[in-house]
């Protein structure tokens, strides 16, 4: 499991763009934390708040970053 967070994309104030940059870094982060490439990845649990905004946001970023790895987000599904 490779955890990375950050504190709400900035702040839900923040542009778009500023928003979607922050998680990149945090992705990277992460999967340079545990010294893995994304070649290596083959599924990835996304936070999915259910919102469209922190929903684009966080698909934008994970397409930047992982590319066409599959996604799934259980949090919407069970109302969490």
Partial sequence: T???W???FLTPSAPFDQQVAALERVLRSALSSA??????????????????HDDRVEATALRRVIG?????????QIND
Avoid at 35 to 52: F, M, P, R
């Fill in 35 to 52: 010294k893995i490439g994304i070649d290596e990845l083959s599924h990835v649990n996304a936070n999915g708040l259910s919102t469209i």
């Fill in 68 to 76: 066409d790895i599959p996604v799934t987000a259980l949090k919407g």
């Fill in 6 to 8: 950050s504190n709400t």
């Fill in 2 to 4: 490779i955890r990375g």
